[in-house]
């Protein structure tokens, strides 16, 4: 019963700025941590950037000092500001939820996913 879904995605230039949002829904007793992860055609899904409930936060290398997740846990929403955007990094970017439904059960969760287009 837990929904991800995210927004912002579009069509940004190169160096440009862009800020997505995820907001998780539904049967949740707590949640655990949010992230977003990115996927370009043939290549792997990769962790762009994840926090935890405690605000603790885990960024991919190529992404440091560019990238800040951030997370409004009493609207169970995160948002990842991307700075300076390059052209490589388009991709889908998909939104993860770790959520407690229970006390005692927990899954993980994924949204459909935004596209992010960044232009030369």
């Known amino acids: 019963q837990v929904q991800v879904v995210e927004s912002g995605g579009g069509l940004v230039q190169a160096g440009g700025s862009l800020r997505l949002s995820c907001a998780a829904s539904?049967?949740?007793?707590?949640?655990?941590?949010m992230g977003w992860y990115r996927q370009a055609p043939g290549n792997q899904r990769e962790l762009v950037a994840r926090?935890?409930?405690?605000?603790?936060?885990d960024y991919a290398d190529s992404v440091k000092g560019r990238f800040t997740i951030s997370r409004e846990n009493a609207k169970n929403t995160v948002y990842l500001q991307m700075n300076n955007l390059k052209p490589e990094e388009s991709a889908v970017y998909y939104c993860?939820?770790?959520?407690?439904?229970?006390?005692?059960?927990?899954?993980?969760?994924w949204g459909q996913g935004t596209q992010v287009t960044v232009s030369s």
């Open positions: 993860n939820a770790y959520a407690y439904t229970t006390i005692a059960e927990w899954d993980s969760y």
């Open positions: 539904g049967t949740i007793f707590r949640l655990i941590s």
């Open positions: 926090i935890n409930s405690g605000g603790g936060t």
